[in-house]
């Protein structure tokens, strides 16, 4: 490819480090998870309290201490996602369920956009072949857009 | 004509980057909760990070901003540099900041203590503790207790520095 003039150097460089800058932006934050696999809370909720079909495996993918403090009622614990060791944890979790397990994972840290355990979690589990995966919706935390609204609570581990 | 094209789709990459970045930059109020009838602050008591007690009624009369934050929250991560800044700023007229963190475990949070050299005190966080302050359940979560121990304010999510700011001078001031 022939290189453009010294000063076109400068604004191709410049557009590849913007180009780079917005696909690393989008690559690790939980706002590129496609809404086709997202779940809104009240529609989760309207999921376990029906009397009849599947119900998901629910898994909280961030901290402890919020999870002791309030979780949804079944679902497990397994760590803030963000970490290797605990994608090891979840890949040892599931790797004996059947690949079309329907699986729920949420963490309710901070806000949506700045969750850092939410798509590990899901890029993990769709790596290792699950196919109905769905990440619960927060847009603030656990506390506003589950507490708050008064859907079901667990406490204590 | 091919180079302005990409000039063109560069500055939109770049704003459509900035503004998923921004989208949840700290907002002026940052979801300030209105504490009518300003309780006094649940007592704490807990271990810092160097072992020593930290104790919250030992800072009577000091107007403290109390952080419930933990390493792996980027909003919180992004307002602790200004904490310090504020600490060292308002430090001799009264201000203690003091850190709640809610990570798992300590070593993360003394490795983040060195980074980011914070200057207040900081000890590790429970669910008790959380359940006392009404539910720590998203991050961060800020009070700000003047000198007689009571709540004046709490905010839910990142904050502008400015109100904090604003705040912890008003209480320095108030008699």
């Known amino acids: 490819m022939k290189l453009p003039v010294k000063r076109g150097n400068v604004v191709f460089a410049v557009i590849v480090l913007a180009l780079l800058s917005v696909s690393a932006v989008f690559a690790f934050q939980a706002s590129s998870t496609p809404v086709s696999r997202l779940i809104n809370p009240d529609e989760l909720v309207k999921i376990l309290q029906a009397p009849k079909g599947e119900k998901p495996l629910m898994i909280q993918v961030g901290s402890h201490v919020l999870f002791q403090q309030a979780h949804i009622p079944g679902s497990e614990y397994i760590g803030p996602a963000s970490s290797e060791s605990v994608i090891q944890q979840l890949r040892k979790r599931v790797e004996a369920l059947p690949r079309n397990r329907f699986i729920v994972i949420y963490c309710g840290c901070c806000p949506w956009g700045h969750c850092p355990n939410v798509k590990p979690a899901d890029d993990t589990l769709r790596a290792i072949g699950f196919t109905n995966i769905r990440v619960l919706y927060m847009s603030d935390n656990f506390g506003a857009n589950w507490v708050d609204k008064g859907y079901p609570v667990a406490k204590g581990d | ?175």
């Open chain 2, 1 to 175: 004509m091919g180079r302005k094209i990409l000039i063109a789709i560069a500055v939109f990459a770049i704003a459509i980057g900035l503004f998923f970045v921004n989208r949840h930059r700290a907002v002026p109020d940052g979801g300030l909760t209105n504490i009518a009838k300003h309780p006094l602050a649940p007592q704490l008591s807990l271990p810092d990070l160097t072992g020593q007690t930290l104790d919250l009624s030992a800072y009577r009369g000091k107007v403290v901003l109390l952080d419930f934050w933990a390493t792996w929250c980027a909003p919180c991560r992004e307002e602790i540099p200004q904490f310090v800044e504020l600490q060292t700023e308002y430090r001799d007229q009264g201000l203690q900041i003091i850190g709640i963190s809610m990570d798992d475990g300590p070593d993360p949070v003394r490795d983040f203590y060195q980074r980011f050299h914070m200057n207040y005190p900081v000890a590790l966080g429970n669910a008790k503790i959380g359940e006392l302050y009404g539910g720590v359940l998203g991050l961060p979560i800020a009070f700000l207790i003047d000198r007689n121990g009571r709540i004046e304010a709490k905010h839910i999510g990142a904050t502008d520095v400015s109100v904090f700011e604003r705040e912890v001078k008003a209480l320095l001031q108030a008699q």
